[in-house]
């Protein structure tokens, strides 16, 4: 029915009933099975030849006379060839954006994507680390939809700077992790990262640092110098002789002791197999015995908590960087107390690398060595060789103690290798 569309009107209407007005073409009012009277203008879309609805608002919401006002405005849009429900779309999906930016910024993200992805992973402290250090304090504020290939550049430089190069590509890597997992999620987010902002090549980032003799004599004579953390020393030292992964010994608990075996689950271990380490008496020495403070009657066995001044082994040790810097302080002091020049960079994950070269150096058969570290043997005897290897691997464990003891006590700069050594015996 066409008629001028006015109060009385619409207060007469009923359901599934459609009023066109005579006076503002296009512009109608239709009662809904609810009950509500809806008002809307239709119009013939001059690009495309489609017809569009544009809602203008319930009855109640606005008046008849303010709902024609409007349709008189979208009329002359038309008229003007303009879209105006395609405007009013797109002024929704700013309106939608501009919202979604003043909740995700890279902070709420990141606490996202950690609780989501990072907590409970191997990793997951590196990867907290590497965002608390390094990306909050840099764009954490910045809202992800602002962000700029530009400002990803600018920090991956500033960390170059910082903290080297392969630091700063690890960060990309995390950054790109979880920006890539919003992406998922997210209709209107798309990351900033592309390919070519790494600062290394793949052969520059695989480490090949290993510690020399006298560089293992100083790092052992620093830790004794360092007062707190004090289960620093003995989980620096479980590095090199266990050959072990930052966070494998960080996260040692008595549970996982069994005799003379620590067997670390692979829930927690990198290729998610549990991995045996017979415990030798060097590295018996290192767990040592249970914390003054501790009333459970298991605990962490690398641990800093503390319960009336002492050790409780309620949580596993997280330190690093903070007790790394100071290890390298004290080292630092003594090599130029001698004259001597400053050590090499490196990190604890070279100890694990020290400890392979150690054992090759006593002559260690490689298949045992390589058991020692975790690592599969390949191929069918992976599938067939069920053998555990208990006894070579404390054999081996046992050569790798005796390796370092022996450069700890032999003077600087006489160099005798431990097979040349073991045949003068």
Same mark, same amino acid.
């Given at each position: 029915?066409?008629i001028?569309?006015?109060?009385?009107?619409?207060?007469?209407?009923?359901?599934?009933?459609?009023?066109?007005?005579?006076?503002?073409? $296009?512009f !109608? @009012?239709?009662?809904l &099975?609810?009950? %509500?009277?809806?008002?809307?203008? *239709?119009?013939?879309? =001059?690009?495309?030849g489609?017809?569009?609805?544009?809602?203008?608002?319930?009855?109640?919401?606005?008046?008849?006379?303010?709902?024609?006002?409007?349709?008189k405005?979208?009329? $002359?849009? !038309? @008229?003007?060839?303009? &879209?105006?429900? %395609?405007?009013?779309?797109?002024? *929704?999906?700013?309106? =939608?954006?501009?919202?979604?930016?003043?909740?995700?910024?890279?902070n709420?993200?990141?606490d996202?994507?950690?609780?989501?992805?990072?907590?409970?992973l191997?990793?997951?402290?590196?990867?907290? @680390?590497?965002?608390?250090?390094?990306?909050?304090?840099?764009?954490?504020?910045?809202?992800?939809?602002?962000?700029?290939?530009?400002?990803?550049?600018?920090?991956?430089?500033?960390?170059?700077?910082?903290?080297?190069?392969?630091?700063a590509?690890?960060?990309?890597?995390?950054?790109?992790?979880?920006f890539?997992?919003?992406?998922?999620?997210?209709?209107?987010?798309?990351?900033?990262?592309?390919?070519?902002?790494?600062?290394?090549?793949?052969?520059?980032?695989?480490?090949?640092?290993?510690l020399?003799?006298?560089?293992?004599?100083?790092?052992?004579a620093?830790?004794?110098?360092?007062?707190?953390p004090?289960?620093?020393?003995?989980?620096?030292?479980?590095?090199?002789?266990?050959?072990?992964r930052?966070n494998?010994?960080?996260?040692m608990?008595?549970?996982?002791?069994?005799?003379?075996?620590?067997?670390?689950?692979?829930?927690?271990?990198?290729?998610?197999q549990?991995?045996?380490?017979?415990?030798?008496?060097?590295?018996?020495?290192?767990?040592?015995?249970?914390?003054?403070?501790?009333?459970?009657?298991?605990?962490?066995?690398?641990?800093?908590?503390?319960?009336?001044g002492?050790?409780?082994?309620?949580?596993?040790?997280?330190?690093f960087s903070?007790?790394?810097?100071?290890?390298?302080?004290?080292?630092?002091?003594?090599?130029?107390?001698?004259?001597?020049?400053?050590?090499?960079?490196?990190?604890?994950?070279?100890?694990?690398?020290?400890?392979?070269?150690?054992m090759?150096?006593a002559?260690?058969?490689?298949?045992?060595?390589?058991?020692?570290?975790?690592?599969?043997?390949?191929?069918?005897?992976?599938t067939?060789?069920?053998?555990?290897?208990?006894?070579?691997?404390?054999?081996?464990?046992?050569?790798?103690?005796?390796?370092?003891?022996?450069?700890?006590?032999?003077?600087?700069?006489?160099?005798?290798?431990?097979?040349?050594?073991?045949?003068q015996?």
């Amino acid at each position: 029915m066409q008629i001028k569309i006015s109060k009385t009107q619409v207060d007469r209407m009923t359901a599934g009933q459609i009023l066109a007005d005579k006076e503002v073409k $296009g512009f !109608v @009012a239709r009662r809904l &099975d609810s009950g %509500a009277v809806t008002y809307g203008y *239709r119009y013939r879309d =001059k690009t495309t030849g489609k017809q569009r609805w544009l809602g203008l608002g319930l009855h109640g919401s606005i008046t008849t006379e303010q709902a024609r006002d409007l349709a008189k405005k979208a009329a $002359g849009e !038309v @008229a003007g060839k303009k &879209d105006p429900q %395609a405007e009013l779309q797109e002024s *929704r999906a700013e309106a =939608k954006r501009e919202k979604l930016a003043a909740i995700n910024t890279v902070n709420v993200v990141l606490d996202a994507f950690e609780k989501d992805h990072v907590e409970g992973l191997r990793s997951g402290d590196q990867v907290k @680390a590497a965002f608390t250090n390094h990306v909050r304090p840099r764009i954490g504020d910045k809202s992800i939809y602002d962000l700029k290939r530009s400002d990803i550049t600018t920090m991956l430089n500033e960390i170059k700077t910082e903290s080297g190069p392969v630091m700063a590509d690890r960060v990309l890597a995390h950054v790109r992790k979880a920006f890539n997992w919003q992406m998922v999620q997210d209709d209107e987010f798309k990351s900033p990262i592309v390919r070519g902002m790494a600062k290394t090549k793949p052969k520059e980032r695989a480490r090949k640092r290993t510690l020399a003799d006298d560089e293992i004599r100083d790092v052992w004579a620093a830790l004794e110098q360092i007062e707190q953390p004090a289960c620093y020393p003995r989980y620096v030292k479980s590095l090199l002789l266990a050959m072990t992964r930052r966070n494998e010994s960080a996260r040692m608990h008595t549970d996982e002791l069994e005799g003379d075996l620590w067997i670390i689950p692979g829930s927690r271990y990198k290729n998610k197999q549990d991995h045996v380490i017979p415990v030798t008496s060097a590295i018996r020495e290192l767990i040592g015995e249970k914390p003054a403070g501790c009333k459970a009657n298991s605990w962490y066995v690398f641990s800093t908590t503390s319960s009336g001044g002492q050790s409780d082994g309620a949580k596993a040790f997280s330190g690093f960087s903070k007790a790394k810097k100071e290890l390298d302080r004290i080292v630092a002091k003594i090599r130029k107390a001698e004259g001597r020049a400053p050590m090499k960079q490196w990190q604890l994950h070279d100890l694990r690398r020290t400890g392979r070269s150690l054992m090759s150096r006593a002559k260690v058969d490689a298949d045992h060595a390589e058991r020692c570290m975790g690592h599969v043997i390949g191929g069918v005897r992976e599938t067939y060789d069920r053998y555990e290897y208990l006894d070579e691997k404390r054999q081996a464990f046992e050569a790798l103690a005796g390796m370092v003891k022996m450069i700890l006590n032999r003077p600087a700069g006489n160099v005798v290798r431990f097979d040349e050594r073991r045949e003068q015996a």
